[in-house]
């Protein structure tokens, strides 16, 4: 095992800067997740781990000792790749001793390491046949097997799992998650796909165009984004253009919905983001799950009422668009029973948003 610590990491290919600055740490024996949309510089980064790249600027440090410029076979990673990568023509066997051939083990390490591998990922009687005639979840397997006989210190997978149908991929994901618990293995994994990274990581970084926008355990992302690319990137949400109108220490703030005239919202003080940037737009976050309803009218702050323009019935629940006016339609979730899991379409209804579920961020996407 060990840790990893990126410090100024920048890398340009040309004109493009694929990663613009990048400062993070990781632990050893932690599962972290490197998540954004594509093009984003997830690869990038991973590569220039795995000793893929070199960065243009900055130092990749393994336990601190200083790997910036070490040759990709003397850092002892293991990596899966998206297409696995692996060799058609060679049984299985031969793909996962592969590694082990090219580190010259004797042949007697090299059927009992094998050996344990193939057990472990559960493809022991598969080892005499050909990876062509895999399954994809099979190939996957093997591809895992042959990065962790090598005993990485550090396991980079890159989208493992984009090739895999949804049953596969949720099987996959348990099955990579007990592999690592099991090697107890630094692992740094690639992906655009937030349920993989909420379920597996103990911590996740979310990345667009080249930066790092926040680093934190899924909770923390979800609950807690520090702007409103984080907030729309993981999970359902609403934003609202907003106003900051008075700020006060240890109190309800006051909140003018930009969108919804002559209205005003209070929220705690601690649920706005630290040091916003006094002239940029700010964004009101809610997520549906925090957003309450009722079919009577309410008569308390923070309340809005709007007409149902959508009720999707998802079985535990119905997924709910509430237009409140041209510009603004609130996605709530009501849960299925009682009245409110038989709401249709056309429907009034009142919306109160809770000052402890709402948070006020930076927005990075611009004013709608
Ligand atoms: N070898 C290269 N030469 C030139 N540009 C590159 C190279 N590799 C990556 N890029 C560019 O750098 C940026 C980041 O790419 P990267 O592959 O790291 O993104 P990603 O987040 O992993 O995307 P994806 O999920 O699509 O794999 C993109 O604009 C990409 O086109």
């Known amino acids: 095992m060990a ?18 600055k990048l400062d993070l740490s990781i632990k050893e024996g932690e599962f972290f997740t490197f998540l954004g949309p594509s093009g984003c510089g997830k690869t990038t980064t991973l590569r220039m781990i ?66 344990d591998v193939l057990k472990k990922v559960r493809l022991e009687q598969y080892s005499k046949r050909q990876v062509s005639q895999l399954s994809g979840g099979q190939q996957q397997r093997v591809a895992l097997a042959r990065a962790l006989v090598i005993e990485p210190d550090i396991l980079l997978l890159d989208e493992p799992l984009s090739n895999l149908d949804a049953r596969l991929r949720d099987e996959m994901r348990t099955e990579i998650l007990r592999l690592q618990k099991d090697y107890r293995i630094t692992t740094i994994y690639v992906t655009h796909d937030q349920v993989e990274a909420l379920t597996m990581s103990d911590r996740i970084a979310v990345f667009n165009f080249g930066v790092c926008h926040q680093i934190g355990s899924p909770k923390e992302i979800y609950n807690q984004p520090v702007n409103d690319f984080v907030a729309s990137f993981i999970g359902e949400i609403n934003l609202l253009n907003c106003e900051l109108i008075n700020r006060k220490e240890q109190e309800s703030c006051t909140v003018k919905l930009l969108d919804i005239p002559d209205k005003t919202f209070y929220l705690y003080t601690e649920k706005i983001e630290e040091g916003l940037p006094p002239s940029s737009p700010l964004k009101l976050l809610i997520r549906p799950e925090g ?8 008569h308390e702050e923070n309340v809005l009422k709007g007409t149902v323009s959508l009720a999707q019935f998802t079985g535990t629940s119905v997924n709910l668009h509430i237009q409140v006016n041209e510009k603004v339609m609130i996605k709530a979730l009501a849960l299925n029973k009682g009245e409110l899991g038989w709401i249709e379409n056309g429907t009034t209804i009142w919306i109160r948003l809770p000052k402890e579920q709402m948070r006020i961020v930076p927005s990075i996407l611009g004013v709608d």
């Open 50 to 115: 795995a000793g893929f790249y070199y960065p243009t600027e900055g130092t990749v440090k393994f336990s601190q000792k200083d790997m910036t410029k070490v040759a990709p076979e003397k850092r002892n990673t293991g990596m899966v790749f998206q297409n696995y990568a692996l060799f058609p023509h060679m049984t299985v066997f031969e793909n996962v001793a592969f590694g082990l051939k090219v580190r010259k083990l004797s042949k007697s390490e090299t059927q009992m390491r094998v050996h």
């Open 3 to 20: 840790s990893v610590e990126l410090e100024g990491i920048k890398k340009a290919f040309g004109e493009v800067v694929a990663v613009k």
């Open 291 to 298: 957003v309450e309803l009722s079919l009577t009218e309410l």
